[in-house]
Structure formats: structure tokens, C-alpha cells
């Protein structure tokens, strides 16, 4: 495979998590990047004008360059991000919010026992897999993408190649209405803004569907469909006074040319979505104001749709969708200490015993499902099966 320039299958996979925790990170998020503009405009424009006449916007960017070993301390308190395409090749991102009310961030990239980490930052690492890679993203501090934003010489793309693990800085790109082969379509490094990444340019470049403001979450399948979870967040939620909620399916089979969509909920935000490898399963689950979440699911391709009978769960629901037409998802019991696992099938949620104690979240495929596991409040490794849940072992993500 050559610099991810070809992406041969993804679920294009980004760790989500509940509605609720992305709607607080967006705000904190925010916040810092505000004090970082006024902290911060001398040195950033001094920056900002030397790389803009070394690097205008649209030149080819500059070579890659070896990653060094991390230099600023940082507390490895807990991974809030893990991408992993085997227990020997995987992107952690991590957070470091000991010193509250300021957190930090930091990346973990690890190809084969070779790693690397990336630059400590006031903004958000997202990891994805990207075929049989792993990328670790942090993106500008603006709140929208703009090619005048002062931060993105700060910026990092921090992936693993055949050549090794490389970092670069991002680039804006200006942008368009397609989603070109082997770029990421993804909301989780602008905070519910969608934007597609290249890798091979280190290019990002904001995107959009019409009628969607906010959006949850993406995943391509191998047959080449986009899926977004998306819709309105409604006043309940920090949207615009006077709003409703409301969550809905797109998916694109033209590359985001065109969109078709299907109702998720109508009066509740989407949380997260999982899709099979044919792209024949589909999982998508939203959540109210209680944190009581709905699930929907299609064995057809989108082509209908049911609502899933399960426990009253709370705290956010992670499926990871099979070939078969079934699905496991993990959920938390309302009257439940810890989440559990389930199997999706024929409308109905069925309880799967063994599932490791205290797993935050659920991500991966029918080779290889896996989350981070909390242990005395923090995550520091995740549990991993290739077999659909019924054994598990532990990755260290540091």
C-alpha cells in the first residue's frame, strides 16, 4: 500500500462518544481555542507569515518528516481515542486534564513495535484506520476551517507508512462538493463539522450535506458508500433558541456527490453509527435528553428500517456491524453499574456473558472489535477479540 493513497476498505473508523460527552468537548474545545488566539496572536502571526512565503495555500506541501521522541511532560492519564488495525499496529490519542480546567493532548502511533508520539496541544487528537494504517489527526484552533487561521502551522498528521511513522503539518484545501480514493470524511477533528482529510497531501477541507448541520458520525464501506449520521441539535442541547432535535441516515453511493437520507428520530440528537464491510448492516443509534438511547437497524443497505428492541440504556451505545446481517452493540443498563454486550438480530438485543468489566466504548470489525477499558477511572489499554466478543485480550495504547 502506498502512502494510504489507496483506501482498499475501511470502515472509516473514529472512536465516538456519547452525544452528551461530545457536546461538553465541542464547548471545551471552543473555549481553548479562544484563550489560544489571545494568548498567543504575536508569536502565531510572526509563524503564520514566515510559513505562509515558505508555504502558500495550494503549493505541494513539504517532505515528511521523521518523528522525534516526545520532549514536553505530559500525564498519561487516559486514551480517549484508539484506532487499531491488529494489537500490533495502532493510534491512541490521549488526554492530560489534571490541571483542570485546562486539558492537553497528545498521540500515540504504533506500527509494528516501532512508535511514535506527537506534539503535546490545547486541541483534540482523532485517530482513524485507513485500510491497514493508522492516523493520528489534530486540527487547527479555529472553529470553522479557514485558510487564514493562524494555528495551522501547529497542526499535526502523524501516520504510519510503509516507510515508517511520519508527521507533517495540515494544510487548508479549498472546498468541493466529492470525496476523492483515499481521502477520510469524518466530524471528529472539527468538533460536529464535517471535513475531509488526505493524507497522502496532508490537505483538510470542509465539506457539507445539505440540510445537515451537525454530524455524529462516518463510515465508508467496501463498496464505496459514504454513511453520515447527522441531522439539527435543537435548544435542549446548545442549539439555536426555539429548536427541535432531530437525526438522520445519509448515505452517498457517488462519491457526496448526492445524498439520500432516512429518518433516524425526529426529536433526538444521533450518537453513533457502524456499518458492515459490504455495507449491507447497518447499526445507527440516537439518545434524549436522559441519555436513553434508540436504535435503528437495516440489513438491506438502508433500503428499510427497524427499531431494535432492547434494555433501557443509558450512558451511549456502541455497535460494530457483521456481513450476516447481525450486529453486537455495548450498552449500559439504566439500572446497570457497568456496560455489558449484546448481539443484534431479528429486532431484538440478547445478553453476551464475558464481556471484560468497564469498557468505555466498542469499535472495530468482525476481525477485530475493541475499546478502552477503565481502571480506576482512567483508560490506559484497550480489550480486543477477533471473535465476536467471546474471549478477550489486553493492547497497552502507550
Known amino acids: 500500500m502506498s502512502e494510504l493513497k489507496d483506501l482498499a476498505w475501511s470502515v472509516q473508523e473514529v472512536v465516538e462518544p456519547p ?3 461530545q457536546l461538553e468537548r465541542r464547548g471545551v474545545r471552543r473555549r481553548h481555542r479562544k484563550q489560544l488566539v489571545v494568548a498567543a496572536t504575536v508569536a502565531a ?12 495555500s495550494g503549493s505541494s506541501p513539504s517532505p515528511d518528516r521523521p518523528v522525534a521522541p516526545p520532549t514536553a511532560p505530559f500525564a498519561w ?28 493532548y497528545a498521540a500515540v502511533v504504533n506500527r509494528d513495535g516501532k512508535k511514535a508520539t506527537a506534539p503535546v496541544r490545547s486541541v483534540p487528537y482523532a485517530t482513524f484506520r ?3 494504517e493508522v492516523i493520528a489527526v489534530s486540527g487547527p484552533e479555529g472553529e470553522r476551517l479557514t485558510p487564514g487561521d493562524q494555528s495551522w502551522s501547529r497542526t499535526v498528521l502523524l501516520r504510519s507508512t510503509s516507510r515508517g511513522v511520519v508527521q507533517t503539518a495540515l494544510r487548508y484545501a479549498a472546498p468541493t ?15 460536529g463539522r464535517l471535513v475531509v482529510l488526505n493524507p497522502a497531501d496532508s490537505t483538510l477541507r470542509p465539506f457539507e450535506i445539505p440540510g445537515l448541520q451537525t454530524a455524529w458520525s462516518t463510515a465508508r464501506d467496501e463498496t464505496g458508500r459514504w454513511w453520515v449520521v447527522g441531522g439539527v441539535l435543537g435548544e435542549e442541547f446548545g442549539g439555536t433558541p426555539g429548536s427541535a432535535s432531530r437525526s438522520d441516515i445519509y448515505w452517498s453511493d457517488d ?9 433516524l428520530h425526529p426529536d433526538q440528537p444521533g450518537s453513533t453509527l457502524s456499518v458492515s464491510p459490504d455495507g449491507r448492516t447497518i447499526v445507527a443509534v440516537s439518545a434524549n435528553a436522559e441519555e436513553i438511547a434508540t436504535v435503528r437497524m437495516s440489513t438491506d443497505r438502508g433500503a428499510h428500517w427497524a427499531t431494535v428492541q432492547t434494555p433501557q440504556w443509558s450512558k451511549g451505545v456502541y ?21 455489558e454486550l449484546y448481539t443484534l438480530s431479528d429486532g431484538h438485543a440478547r445478553l453476551v456473558n464475558g464481556v ?20 480506576n477511572g482512567v483508560a490506559t489499554r484497550a480489550a480486543v477479540s477477533t471473535d465476536r466478543g467471546k474471549t478477550w485480550s489486553f493492547v497497552g495504547l502507550r
Open 177 to 191: 462538493r466529492t470525496i476523492r480514493a483515499g481521502e477520510i470524511l469524518t466530524d471528529q477533528i472539527l468538533g
Open 77 to 104: 492519564n487516559n486514551v480517549a481515542s484508539p484506532a487499531l488495525v491488529s494489537p500490533t499496529r495502532w493510534a491512541a490519542g490521549w488526554d492530560d486534564c489534571s490541571t483542570p480546567p485546562v486539558c492537553r
Open 255 to 263: 462519491d457526496g456527490k448526492n445524498w439520500q437520507q432516512a429518518l
Open 130 to 132: 485507513s485500510g491497514d
Open 45 to 56: 502571526a510572526m509563524v503564520a507569515a514566515v510559513l505562509f512565503a515558505v508555504l502558500p
Open 19 to 21: 452525544v452528551f460527552e
Open 356 to 375: 471484560p468489566d468497564l469498557l468505555t466504548y466498542l469499535a472495530g470489525d468482525e476481525q477485530l472489535m475493541y475499546g478502552p477499558q477503565d481502571q
Open 319 to 339: 455497535p460494530v456491524a457483521f456481513d450476516d446481517g447481525t450486529a453486537v452493540a455495548l450498552g449500559q443498563p439504566a439500572d446497570h453499574p457497568t456496560p
